[in-house]
């Protein structure tokens, strides 16, 4: 039995959750966003979906850091790839992606240098045993990595690496979300909060949604009861008319989250623009690097030139990630666009919503 | 791309721990926590352990839905008898 995972897979107390969710259930229908691709994944992986009353919706939303990073991001990699001497080094996820004219992947196979890296201080081991190249490493994802890569740019700086840099597209939730109900397009009755972005940042960063948008919220693990349990609390809100900001993971999250991380982050990153797949450039919503740290800032280290990013043709990847669209609802989708050959990014990652519902849709 | 998994710290050297999930062994950065030590169960992401697992915390609402799943099951039970 492996702790802190089998109990939270108990189909016992997944059925008797969802029988009280039925319970509480109101008449009128209730849209519920899960913000994070981990979620998505629970959801279809232990057929979720199926366990719910018809008129509860869950609906995918912009939490897969590798989905909303745009091609110019991408297309700057890939030119910094082109580079003399440099190696590119990657989470997995992002080497696949395609950007306007090409990928990772594919500029590897032309005899690009880049790697595959578990964590960013493999990349700062790689240039400690490399040092006649430039090593750059990819920095995406939410407030879960940016303090680990905030620590690897710490640890390249005490063993006074000069050849070690991060091209940062780090983002952070909130403003993301806020953003997504500003635009008006998808009309919510509750959040799904991320549950490892939490377990950095504390609960406090989702009052405004419950106070000024009337949003209740719950911070969720990734287990199926995590999932249920989760669920109840938001249906429950919503019954009584309440919209707060609940914590269904606390083995995980304290309310104030891991003060020490958020500390390592801040002291490297600070806010700046950034621009989302399919929700456009939002305010304050990413991460560069400060100016003390500019020696690691692959931005300001390698000046290159690339065409103006553009997106293939049909792909609807952006709505899928404003809620407004589901896979199915791409002409793309399995016919086209593959796992095997994906034309857009919500087909590479595991966590991508149309590889999701392309790999459990027999369970759905 | 935030998954992170519960894993067990097996030893500690400086700041990184050697890190157990069904008998699969990892490592794991010790810098973002103060107080971890052998034995904790640790939230490991790309290579750091991001948060220590509260055990009482846990196990608090678990044991809430099981009594719940407990009661409804014998109820069931009745009801078919």
């Known amino acids: ?364 | 791309m935030c998954l992170a998994i519960p894993m067990r710290i097996k030893s500690i050297e400086n700041n990184k721990a050697t890190v157990e999930v069904g008998g699969v062994e990892y490592q794991a950065y010790l810098d973002l926590l103060s107080d971890a030590e052998i034995g904790d169960y640790v939230i490991v992401h790309a290579g750091f352990a991001i948060e220590k697992l509260d055990e009482e915390a846990a196990l608090e609402s678990l044991e809430i839905w099981r009594e719940i799943a407990e009661f409804s099951e014998k109820r069931q039970g009745r009801k078919r008898n």
């Open chain 1, 1 to 364: 039995m492996v702790k802190y995972i089998d109990e939270y897979r108990d189909p016992q107390i997944s059925n008797s959750i969802a029988q009280s969710i039925k319970k509480i259930m109101p008449d009128s229908a209730i849209n519920l966003m899960e913000v994070c691709g981990g979620h998505t994944i629970t959801i279809f992986k232990y057929g979720i979906r199926k366990l719910l009353p018809d008129n509860l919706n869950l609906i995918s939303g912009p939490g897969c850091p590798v989905c909303v990073t745009s091609n110019d991001f991408i297309d700057r990699a890939i030119a910094i790839s082109h580079l003399d001497d440099v190696i590119i080094t990657t989470f997995g996820d992002m080497i696949r992606v395609p950007g306007s004219d090409s990928s990772l992947s594919k500029e590897k196979a032309s005899g690009a240098d880049i790697r595959i890296c578990y964590s960013p201080m493999d990349a700062v081991d790689i240039a400690e045993n490399s040092p006649d190249s430039e090593i750059v490493f990819l920095g995406i994802g939410f407030e879960t990595t940016a303090p680990l890569v905030a620590a690897s740019i710490l640890a390249a700086k005490s063993k006074s690496l000069n050849n070690f840099s991060v091209l940062s597209s780090h983002k952070t939730m909130p403003q993301a979300m806020k953003a997504l109900l500003d635009s008006g397009d998808i009309a919510l009755n509750g959040f799904i909060c991320p549950g490892h972005v939490s377990t950095i940042t504390g609960i406090g960063m989702y009052e405004f949604l419950a106070k000024d948008y009337k949003m209740p919220c719950v911070v969720s693990g990734f287990e199926p009861v995590d999932m249920l349990e989760t669920i109840f609390m938001l249906v429950k809100q919503i019954a009584e008319g309440r919209s707060e900001v609940e914590n269904q993971y606390v083995r995980s999250v304290k309310p104030e989250g891991n003060t020490k991380a958020v500390k390592l982050m801040n002291e490297v990153f600070e806010p700046t623009d950034m621009p989302w797949r399919g929700l456009g450039v939002i305010t304050g919503s990413g991460l560069k690097i400060k100016e003390k740290y500019q020696d690691f800032d692959a931005y300001k280290k390698f000046q290159v030139d690339f065409p103006e990013p553009k997106e293939f043709p049909g792909c609807i990847c952006g709505d899928i990630m404003r809620g407004v669209k589901v896979p199915t609802q791409c002409k793309l989708f399995k016919k086209v666009c593959t796992p095997e050959d994906p034309k857009g990014a919500c087909m590479v990652s595991d966590e991508g919503t149309c590889a999701t519902y392309l790999k459990y849709a027999s369970l759905d």
